[in-house]
């Protein structure tokens, strides 16, 4: 079945240390993003990928790094710049023209200690 | 400043009983709205596209409608495994998503 895996569902850090999550989606989508969600607050774009390597910042992009090596892959690094790294992150996949039907893998949750 | 704002945060419903929910935004160059259904602890789940005002779109007990300053999702007769939060996301001129903060259906039976 195509979709969108993302690892790790659940993670932990301690602070300090950098994580990064994987995202890697076999639906043969050229545009692929990452948000945040945070309770009581909507979706906020992290960064997004319309072609492989290249990449743009989104609202919230301080404290994280992207790369695009891949069509497949678009990991997310959170850094020890992150303020408040504690939230679920979601990596989303679409086809080209249709940027708002978005498809979406099941999320990692990030937890800093 | 574009904005997408979503009521009520929380809706609890008897199965059985209609209601709506709404999305009503202020974008500088609307280009589409979206509704998508997330499940607890999961990825949120594409539902309807609605592009101009006057469009409606059905998905089985869903129907979404749009206006120039508004979209509603009507649920008719919910059943409990509608239960989840709906979230209203506006595709604008720049070419980017703004999500609302959802409204969290809850259907009791």
């Known amino acids: 079945d195509g979709g969108i895996t993302q690892s790790p569902k659940y993670l932990f850090r301690k602070e300090g240390q950098n994580v990064t999550l994987s995202c890697e989606q076999n639906?043969?989508?050229?545009?692929m993003y990452w948000y945040r969600q945070d309770p009581g607050q909507g979706l906020r774009l992290i960064y997004y990928s319309q072609i492989v390597n290249d990449f743009q910042k989104g609202d919230i992009a301080e404290g994280y790094s992207v790369s695009r090596e891949k069509k497949e892959s678009f990991p997310l690094t959170v850094t020890s710049a992150q303020k408040n790294p504690t939230a679920f992150y979601l990596c989303?996949?679409?086809?080209?023209?249709?940027?708002?039907?978005?498809?979406f893998g099941e999320g990692s949750r990030l937890t800093v200690l | 400043e574009d904005q997408v704002t979503q009521s009520p945060e929380a809706l609890r419903l008897q199965e059985g009983e209609s209601s709506s929910l709404n999305c009503s935004y202020t974008?500088?160059?609307?280009?589409?709205l979206f509704w998508y259904r997330q499940d607890p602890g999961k990825g949120p789940e594409f539902l309807f596209t609605l592009y101009s005002a006057g469009e409606e779109k059905e998905k089985e007990r869903l129907k979404a409608t749009l206006t120039k300053k508004e979209s509603f999702l009507h649920i008719t007769a919910p059943k409990p495994e509608d239960s989840a939060t709906y979230l209203c996301a506006v595709w604008r001129s720049q070419g980017n998503l703004i999500f609302g903060k959802g409204t969290k259906l809850s259907v009791k039976p």
């Open positions: 974008v500088s160059g609307l280009r589409g």
């Open positions: 639906l043969n989508h050229d545009a």
């Open positions: 989303a996949s679409s086809t080209p023209g249709e940027t708002g039907e978005l498809f």
